[in-house]
């Protein structure tokens, strides 16, 4: 099984400053996942096949990465950008989840 | 538009069994696999398994071999998965969610809360 180890595990940003969530995998994944949760609703997809940003999410966030190591970026961190970050893989079975990373706003 | 929407929660004993829906609307049923997706209160996601409406065929993660068994109605687009010989383990939020090959999972339903107590 492929561990994604997501770091940090808790942070907080002020509006405007640059955020970077780091996912490292256990074995080499093709591609990364990145899911965006709010307290009480569903994970929200933001970004799929590493770096492309699904459809009416603000272009402030981006992928990037590649093997091992891939990140996930807020340009400009927004209030309501706070929230849980998870990435995830599906190179190989099972599909896993990284365990999250709790976002705040300062 | 895509919508897959969850039955309601669940309150239940243990040692029983759940069976939850997913109905799903605004697409072709049998054409994206259908997958199952836990998280116990204030923890992360697990992936449970998946389904192919279009033949029926199934993917479990190990860790749910025997635990979950999941199906679907073609006639009326519904998945289903069945929680057996539920422990307080158990206790927590189900997701039924349609993954695209390549776009991950983009649509989700709300989330089913199962509760295991006596």
């Known amino acids: 099984e492929i561990v994604l180890t997501q770091s940090p595990t808790t942070t907080a940003a002020s509006p405007g400053e640059k955020v970077t969530i780091t996912c490292l995998a256990s074995?080499?994944?093709?591609?990364m996942y990145w899911y965006q949760q709010k307290s009480g609703a569903s994970p929200k997809l933001l970004i799929y096949?590493?770096?492309s940003l699904a459809s009416g999410v603000p272009d402030r966030f981006s992928g990037s990465g590649s093997g091992t190591s891939y990140s996930l970026t807020i340009n400009t961190m927004e209030a309501e950008d706070a929230a849980t970050y998870y990435c995830?893989?599906?190179?190989?079975?099972?599909?896993?989840f990284g365990s999250g990373t709790k976002l705040e706003i300062k | 538009q895509v919508q897959l929407q969850q039955s309601g929660a669940e309150l239940v004993k243990p040692g029983s069994s759940v069976k939850i829906s997913c109905k799903a609307s605004g697409y072709t049923f049998t054409s994206y696999d259908m997958h199952w997706i836990k998280q116990q209160p204030g923890n992360g996601l697990e992936w449970i398994g998946w389904?192919?409406?279009?033949?029926?065929?199934?993917k479990y993660n190990q860790k749910f071999n025997g635990k979950a068994t999941l199906t679907a109605d073609k006639s009326s687009s519904t998945a289903y998965m069945q929680l057996s010989s539920l422990t307080s383990e158990d206790s927590a939020v189900y997701f039924c969610?349609?993954?695209?090959?390549?776009?991950?999972?983009?649509?989700w339903g709300q989330g089913t809360l199962v509760t295991v107590s006596s």
């Open positions: 074995s080499s994944v093709s591609n």
């Open positions: 389904i192919y409406p279009g033949n029926g065929n199934t």
């Open positions: 096949s590493t770096s």
């Open positions: 995830q893989q599906w190179s190989s079975n099972p599909l896993t």
């Open positions: 969610a349609r993954y695209g090959r390549g776009t991950g999972f983009a649509y």
